[in-house]
């Protein structure tokens, strides 16, 4: 998610991804229904509107899930603690 690609490009990024992998499923031996999506983060958020793209636009299978995981770390201060 660099500056000088703003929003969609890290979104449509995402996608083309998702279809090219789906795309690849027989010739990488999968199959391309149990894609699972996932992110943390700021990832997490590219995960979710991934999700919602791919159903409306294709390259998720019925089967898909999507997995959004934030960071969870305690903090201190203000601070986040190291991992």
């Keep these: 998610m660099a500056p000088e690609h703003p929003f969609p490009a890290p979104q449509e990024d995402c996608h083309s991804a ?4 789906a795309g690849q ?9 149990r ?3 996932a992110g ?11 999700a919602i793209m791919a159903r409306d636009l294709g ?3 019925d089967r ?4 959004h995981l934030s960071d969870a770390r305690p903090s201190h201060g ?3 603690l190291p991992l």
């Design 18 to 21: 998702l279809v090219w992998l």
């Design 35 to 37: 894609i699972i999506v």
């Design 64 to 67: 898909g899930a999507i997995a």
């Design 40 to 50: 943390e983060s700021a990832g997490g958020g590219l995960a979710a509107a991934l």
């Design 25 to 33: 499923a027989g010739a990488l031996g999968f199959d391309a229904n």
């Design 78 to 80: 203000g601070r986040s």
């Design 59 to 61: 390259g998720l299978g």
